[in-house]
């Protein structure tokens, strides 16, 4: 119980807010790319599978993730399963 | 075996890197070593007043690479510490007046009569910094536990990998363990998280660094500063022991002065 609170006092504190803060920073300034400019390329991404493949839109995640130095853009994007067509 | 080149730098300024060019200086020289500290910033000369050699400057850095002088005459030697040796920057010159190539040229000189090259880097990302990472062999990036310092820093990280100057070696400094423990200031594992290099040496807060930099003293020369330790332990890494961390005590706030009240039953 008490690691619960800590944990909720712990997100209240400034060094917390700077931690949470610098990590998007550092992302958007080593790829050179804003973070409106990154929802962007999301929003594209999602696009350009959907119109090949009917995608679960509530489902999908794309996240950017720090791996030692380098970046990572980490997709995951669950398709719905394709209902067979009535042959005909 | 040819001496080793290292470049004390940073991006952001303010943060610690005369301070802590000083001090490895002082520190490498009383153990004996040869070293020489060059003060790359020029137009904006510190690294003599914090030595307190200040006083005996004829020549400089710009005399030296435009050939107005030989470099035993640029050389100035510490009294205290006869191993230690300064080149002041121009103090009326641009960053301009030296090249990347330039420098290179002067530490593959100073290599074969030194053990040690210490590089004062100027703040920023331009010409300066430029200067003071070509010829390096160990690139020693100074951060502080704070946003914009740590921001820089991470900067001047990819900007040395680009360069092929790394691996960057992380000097956290300024640390205030109180703060810390409060969650008032970022942990030195959540700066190494963030810029996700390998960390040379966490140096705390300490007010000796003040008062023995207003005498021009080298605080690795006091034995009890806690700063003093951390520099000393920093250059014995940079000669490749292992040395562990030193861990952060708090500083006698509130809880300590209660516990001493306890201790010495009220007085």
Same mark, same amino acid.
């Given at each position: 119980?008490?690691?619960?609170?800590?944990?909720?006092?712990?997100?209240?504190?400034?060094?917390?807010?700077?931690?949470?803060?610098?990590?998007?920073?550092?992302?958007?300034?080593?790829?050179?790319?804003?973070?409106?400019?990154?929802?962007?390329?999301?929003?594209?991404?999602?696009?350009?599978?959907?119109?090949?493949?009917?995608?679960?839109?509530?489902?999908?995640?794309?996240?950017?993730?720090?791996?030692?130095?380098?970046?990572?853009?980490?997709?995951?994007?669950?398709?719905?399963?394709?209902?067979?067509?009535?042959? =005909? | 075996?040819? =001496?080793?080149?290292?470049?004390? /730098?940073?991006?952001?300024?303010?943060? =610690?890197? /005369?301070? +802590?060019?000083?001090?490895? =200086?002082?520190?490498?020289?009383?153990?004996?070593?040869? #070293?020489?500290?060059?003060?790359?910033?020029?137009?904006?000369?510190?690294?003599?007043?914090?030595? @307190?050699?200040?006083?005996?400057?004829?020549?400089?850095?710009?005399?030296?690479?435009?050939?107005?002088?030989?470099?035993?005459?640029?050389?100035?030697?510490?009294?205290?510490?006869?191993?230690?040796?300064?080149?002041? +920057?121009?103090?009326?010159?641009?960053?301009? +007046?030296?090249?990347?190539?330039?420098?290179?040229?002067?530490?593959?000189?100073?290599?074969?009569?030194?053990?040690?090259?210490?590089?004062?880097?100027?703040?920023?990302?331009?010409?300066?910094?430029?200067?003071?990472? +070509?010829?390096?062999?160990?690139?020693?990036?100074? /951060?502080?536990?704070?946003?914009?310092?740590?921001?820089?820093?991470?900067?001047?990280?990819?900007?040395?990998?680009?360069?092929?100057? @790394?691996?960057?070696?992380?000097?956290?400094?300024?640390?205030?363990?109180?703060?810390?423990?409060?969650?008032?200031?970022?942990?030195?594992?959540? #700066?190494?998280?963030?810029?996700?290099?390998?960390?040379?040496?966490?140096?705390?807060?300490?007010?000796?660094?003040?008062?023995?930099?207003?005498?021009?003293?080298?605080?690795?020369?006091?034995?009890?500063?806690?700063?003093?330790?951390?520099?000393?332990?920093?250059?014995?890494?940079?000669?490749?022991?292992?040395?562990?961390?030193?861990?952060?005590?708090?500083?006698?706030?509130?809880?300590?002065?209660?516990?001493?009240?306890?201790?010495?039953?009220?007085?």
């Amino acid at each position: 119980m008490s690691g619960f609170f800590e944990q909720l006092f712990h997100r209240d504190t400034s060094a917390y807010q700077a931690k949470e803060r610098m990590k998007l920073v550092l992302i958007n300034d080593r790829i050179n790319m804003s973070s409106s400019a990154l929802d962007n390329l999301k929003t594209e991404i999602i696009g350009f599978i959907s119109r090949h493949v009917e995608i679960d839109q509530d489902a999908v995640r794309i996240e950017m993730k720090q791996d030692g130095r380098q970046q990572r853009l980490i997709a995951d994007i669950p398709l719905k399963s394709s209902r067979r067509k009535s042959v =005909g | 075996m040819p =001496g080793k080149v290292v470049t004390i /730098t940073s991006g952001k300024g303010g943060v =610690g890197k /005369t301070t +802590a060019t000083a001090n490895l =200086g002082a520190a490498l020289a009383a153990e004996g070593k040869k #070293v020489v500290c060059i003060d790359a910033d020029i137009g904006l000369r510190n690294l003599d007043v914090v030595l @307190g050699l200040e006083n005996r400057i004829v020549y400089d850095l710009v005399d030296l690479i435009e050939g107005r002088c030989r470099s035993r005459q640029a050389l100035i030697r510490d009294k205290r510490l006869p191993e230690l040796f300064l080149i002041p +920057a121009a103090q009326t010159r641009d960053k301009s +007046a030296v090249s990347p190539s330039d420098m290179t040229r002067l530490c593959d000189d100073l290599r074969g009569e030194f053990d040690w090259i210490l590089i004062d880097s100027p703040a920023g990302i331009e010409r300066g910094f430029r200067n003071a990472i +070509a010829p390096t062999d160990i690139a020693v990036v100074i /951060t502080n536990p704070e946003v914009a310092a740590v921001r820089d820093a991470d900067r001047i990280i990819g900007l040395i990998e680009a360069e092929e100057k @790394g691996p960057a070696r992380l000097l956290i400094n300024r640390i205030k363990p109180g703060m810390v423990k409060r969650g008032e200031m970022l942990s030195p594992d959540d #700066v190494l998280e963030l810029l996700a290099v390998e960390l040379i040496g966490m140096v705390p807060e300490d007010e000796v660094v003040i008062t023995s930099t207003n005498r021009g003293t080298p605080v690795v020369l006091d034995g009890k500063s806690k700063a003093g330790q951390a520099f000393r332990n920093i250059a014995k890494r940079l000669q490749g022991e292992k040395i562990p961390f030193l861990p952060l005590e708090e500083e006698s706030g509130f809880f300590g002065k209660i516990s001493k009240l306890i201790r010495t039953g009220g007085n």
